[in-house]
């Protein structure tokens, strides 16, 4: 009952929720739709704790992918075991770096008293989320070896199953009880994902890469323009 539960109408209710809750907020509530950037309000802490947060769950989260869309592709290179051991290994290192920023990050948003002025609950609700899940992903790696084998060959056919409206339960019910954590949390994150600021992952500017970057020219001396008697400063233009 509590596996039904858990590992079929939970991931059903989060991928439904995801669905409608991602299309109305891009439909009504488009400024919403952004990572909501605190960089005005603190710059140094953020950069140390977004950069390798970054970079971390962009690899982790696109080798959780990887295994999910070609488990035979993955079980394929780990049949050598220097290959395993590089794969494990680097999924490691990049999942130690979302621990580190994400530790960073939360850290910044509650004890910097700017920022705790625009952090809402939500905002805390995903990172403590995710915190829980970058720790039970570490603990997995190295309490639960070899984790890209098994996930492809044992989790992957299992969320393949729900995808195909056909949910197969036996291999996960029979999982330790951190990796069922693991799974639970990652539903939730899914949950609650259309009510948090992660909603920019899914408009990621890209387009940044290849767009001609944006050229800002000044048009008078700065020096004259900042001296407290000038003309600017004693009749600021009406659009600034
Ligand atoms: C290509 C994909 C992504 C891009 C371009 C991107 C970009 C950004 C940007 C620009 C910020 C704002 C930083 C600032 O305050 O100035 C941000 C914040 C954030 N991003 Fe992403 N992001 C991406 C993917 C992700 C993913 C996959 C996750 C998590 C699953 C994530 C989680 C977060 C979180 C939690 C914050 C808030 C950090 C904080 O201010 O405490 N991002 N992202």
């Given amino acids: 009952m509590l596996n039904n ?7 059903y209710a989060a991928l439904s929720v995801f669905l409608v809750g991602t299309i109305f907020k891009y439909r009504s509530l ?4 952004s990572s909501l950037s605190s960089q005005f309000l603190e710059g140094n802490r953020l950069f140390w704790g977004v950069i390798p947060f970054h970079w971390g769950i962009l690899v982790v989260f696109l080798g959780h992918l990887t295994a999910f869309l070609v488990p035979r592709g993955i079980l394929a290179w780990n049949s050598r075991p220097l290959r395993l051991l590089i794969l494990e290994m680097t999924g490691l290192a990049f999942a130690l770096c979302v621990l580190v920023g994400l530790v960073l990050l939360l850290y910044r948003r509650l004890t910097n008293e700017r920022l705790k002025v625009v952090t809402n609950r939500m905002d805390q609700v995903i990172e403590w989320l995710l915190l829980v899940q970058v720790v039970l992903g570490c603990w997995i790696a190295v309490g639960y070896r070899w984790g890209s084998s098994w996930f492809a060959s044992d989790l992957s056919p299992y969320l393949w199953s729900i995808f195909r409206l056909d949910p197969q339960t036996t291999a996960v019910s ?9 799974i639970i949390a990652a ?7 259309p009510f948090t ?3 920019h992952f899914l408009v990621a500017p890209f387009h940044y890469t290849w767009r001609p970057y944006q050229r800002v020219i000044w048009h008078w001396d700065r020096r004259t323009v900042r001296r407290p008697e000038s003309s600017w400063n004693q009749h600021p233009p009406r659009n600034n």
């Fill in 5 to 11: 539960f858990l590992f079929v109408a939970l991931p």
């Fill in 30 to 33: 488009k400024f919403q739709y």
């Fill in 174 to 182: 029979a999982m330790p009880l951190v990796v069922k954590l693991h």
């Fill in 187 to 193: 539903f939730l994150i899914v949950l609650v994902f």
């Fill in 197 to 199: 600021r992660l909603v």
